[in-house]
């Protein structure tokens, strides 16, 4: 009885917060309609002081995620109405390139739809907007003959220590245009915080090393969160669309490419979900759905501790990178690592999970290698102690 208790709790926990999202979206919306791009942002972490940030997140980045916009000194203000130092995002951050003192500069992008690609090719960024669905970064670039889809993002982050907080980046390109990435980091030591992150196929390309995204939304249909990177995504909604008639959803498309510890950044590659969303806004009748597939052999992911949605997550919950395909399903199963804890939800009921070797449901002491602590930065900063530590995967009743 407590343990049904328990689910009841987390699952209202995990998606009340979801539709109070989607309530003050619509809102800010609305009074953006009304009031304009002009005030500056009040909106603040409301107590969240105690968030999990990852150690290698420095005292003075911390302070900064946690203030208003209001409250920070900036570096540049972007608005798209003139009220700014600059009236487009590159031209604030060609301004920051100019600066080489290493130092991390902040950027202010007030409220408005910025119709352009961003790159980020210094350190030490940080890009703070007006609110999801406020500050809106549009692209529609897709994956064609002359362009590999690594070079389609949106915002395509380069460079370590990137910080983007309360802005939606998104790309338009649709359904048809096949692969598509809003976002691409190539940054260690980046951090998404409240972002929302839209599209379709391939929408976010976590790419490479340490990457910690929380309180975030990100949507999309194929292999919408793929990529090689060491990352963790901790309450964050993913959102699943409906894709080209007879295709099905992938959620994940993680790109471990092998063990071997000679190649550390490799061999720790994997993405964990801690405490987070599986759901829809969408009609996904007649759509299959799966948590991943492997991209490369040695693919890796974890969910614990989430909400998985029974109308959108297929009972097998996994699948091999080409669906019904007998050759794959036997490499798949003998290399990939995917691994399941303590999640609800009907889309959480394991009993007609994959039979692979390479599927685990987590016990409690397993768990523990996929914290924000040890999974993002144990191997640097941990000593190999028993230090105990707060997983903090339930309401801790």
């Known amino acids: 009885m407590k343990q049904y208790y328990k689910a009841a709790l987390l699952r209202y926990w995990v998606v009340v917060p979801f539709l109070l999202w989607l309530v003050a979206t619509e809102e800010q919306l609305a009074a953006g309609a009304v009031a304009g791009a002009a005030a500056e942002s009040s909106s603040t972490w409301g107590g969240q002081g105690q968030l999990q940030l990852p150690l290698w997140v420095r ?9 208003s916009v209001a409250g920070m000194a900036v570096d540049a203000v972007v608005a798209a109405d ?14 920051a390139e100019a600066d080489t003192s290493g130092r991390r500069y902040t950027i202010h992008v007030k409220a408005g739809k910025y119709v ?3 790159e980020i090719w210094r350190p030490n960024i940080t890009m703070i907007g007006d609110g999801i669905g406020r500050t809106i970064i549009s692209g529609m670039k897709s994956k064609n003959k002359n362009r590999g889809t690594a070079c389609t993002g949106t915002l395509n982050v380069q460079k370590d220590g990137f910080i983007a907080r309360e802005l939606t980046v998104e790309n338009t390109a649709g359904p048809q245009a096949m692969q598509a990435a809003a976002v691409v980091v190539k940054s260690d030591r980046a951090v998404f915080f ?42 964050c909604h993913l959102l699943v669309r409906r894709p080209l008639e007879g295709s099905h959803n992938t959620i994940t498309a993680q790109g471990r490419r092998h063990t071997n510890d000679s190649e550390p950044v ?5 993405f964990v979900f801690q405490e987070c969303n599986v759901s829809t806004k969408e009609d996904l009748r007649g759509v299959d759905t799966y948590l991943g597939r492997p991209w490369h052999p040695y693919s890796r992911v974890i969910f614990m501790s989430s909400y998985l949605d029974g109308n959108v997550v297929n009972p097998k919950g996994w699948v091999a990178w080409r669906i019904n395909n007998a050759t794959d399903e036997r490499s798949t ?50 000593p190999e102690t028993n230090v105990p530590y707060h997983l903090d995967l339930d309401l801790g009743l």
């Open 59 to 67: 005292p003075g980045d911390r302070r900064l995620l946690g203030m």
């Open 333 to 382: 199963a003998s290399t990939v690592y995917y691994a399941e804890y303590n999640n609800t939800g009907a889309g959480a009921n394991v009993t007609q999970r994959v039979n692979w070797h390479g599927f685990h449901l987590l016990a409690p002491h397993e768990v523990r290698n996929f914290t924000v602590d040890s999974f993002i930065d144990g191997g640097s900063w941990l």
């Open 194 to 235: 409240r972002c929302e992150i839209t599209g379709y196929q391939d929408t976010l390309l976590a790419d490479v090393y340490r990457q910690f995204y929380r309180e975030c939304v990100i949507s999309g249909t194929i292999d919408f969160v793929w990529g090689e990177a060491t990352a963790v995504f901790q309450m």
């Open 82 to 95: 003139g009220t700014g130092q600059y009236t487009t995002i590159k031209q604030a951050v060609k301004a």
């Open 266 to 270: 490799v061999a720790r590659s994997g």
């Open 116 to 118: 352009e690609d961003v």
